[in-house]
């Protein structure tokens, strides 16, 4: 009978000038999972991040491409585990919750698990606007893709391997976590959410994100993925609305052409026949694209179930 061993964990943190925070957040998740090996990927930090988490007994990697989805990407490809914790450098996520969510994570064969955050109302946590922007990023990516989730732009997330090792990441910053999220509900895989709390960051830590600037990079990544993954949808908006123009030019020319038999105004003729043209064009290209893209899903598809299923030791 073939033995089954415990599946090995790596809590993977991404950081930036975080000394202020990152060896708490080493020393929690070491108590919370003394089983488990902790890697720090350092992403340029100025300060002494770096040395503070090899210090408190971590694996330090150095990536300089800047930005947190270039840093995943590298995460995801350097560390070899059956399950991986992705958790932000800034001691604000429950380190205590760990063990539940890995343990919901195999006993109900998930291949992604997102830890919700759950702050009880406390202002100091969220910055202006990012409860808001969270909530309308994360509807709309459901209203697109489907799915069930609350909290997508959590950092806190548990992943099997299977997940990890088939993810192409392509995002650079902090629009990773929609990207993870749509190749979740793209690939069928079996997803899940668990509350768990959300407090706020330690003195001398401060937050990396700018709540305009990354809320712009988020949303301009739905429209891409919403391209890229529903072309025939996306075009074929786009060719309704040149068809429509080309409709609204052509009715006057029709009436005047049904008085009088004349087009006097060939421009406009012109510029209406161009109009049906280019929409049609549109809508061919997006049931080209349309095939092109239900190939690469099955192929990304493909690559993932190549990957063997996580097994767990019997209870």
């Known amino acids: 009978m073939k033995e089954h061993t415990a599946p090995t964990i790596a809590v993977i943190v991404p950081c930036y000038n975080e000394a202020a925070a990152i060896g708490t957040v080493i020393r929690d998740f070491a108590a919370a999972l003394p089983q488990a090996e902790i890697y720090v990927f350092d992403n340029n930090s100025q300060d002494n991040t770096a040395g503070v988490a090899r210090a408190a007994g971590a694996h330090v990697f150095h990536v300089r491409e800047k930005g947190k989805g270039n840093v995943v990407r590298r995460m995801f490809a350097d560390v070899q585990a059956d399950i991986y914790i992705m958790v932000d450098g800034d001691a604000t996520y429950h380190a205590a919750s760990a063990p539940a969510m890995v343990e919901k994570l195999l006993d109900e064969h998930l291949d992604m698990l997102v830890g919700c955050r759950v702050d009880e109302g406390a202002k100091a946590n969220y910055r202006k606007g990012h409860r808001f922007g969270n909530r309308m990023l994360t509807g709309s990516v459901m209203q697109i893709f489907g799915g069930q989730f609350t909290d997508m732009l959590s950092g806190y997330r548990v992943f099997s391997r299977r997940f990890a090792k088939s993810f192409p990441s392509l995002s650079s910053g902090?629009?990773?976590?929609?990207?993870?999220?749509?190749?979740?509900?793209?690939?069928?895989?079996?997803?899940?959410?668990?509350?768990?709390?959300?407090?706020?960051?330690?003195e001398g830590s401060d937050s990396k994100l700018c709540t305009y600037k990354d809320g712009i990079r988020i949303a301009r990544t739905i429209v891409r993925l919403y391209m890229f993954e529903r072309p025939l949808a996306c075009l074929s908006i786009l060719a309704a609305a040149f068809a429509l123009s080309a409709l609204g030019l052509t009715i006057p020319l029709f009436l005047t052409w049904l008085e009088t038999g004349l087009v006097p105004r060939l421009p406009t003729a012109v510029a209406a026949t161009g109009l049906s043209i280019f929409a049609m064009q549109l809508f061919v290209a997006g049931i080209i694209l349309d095939s092109i893209g239900k190939s690469r899903r099955e192929m990304r598809r493909f690559a993932y179930l190549a990957i063997p299923i996580l097994s767990r030791t019997p209870k």
């Open 174 to 202: 902090f629009e990773i976590e929609t990207e993870l999220t749509v190749h979740a509900l793209e690939n069928a895989m079996p997803y899940g959410e668990m509350d768990t709390p959300y407090g706020a960051r330690p």
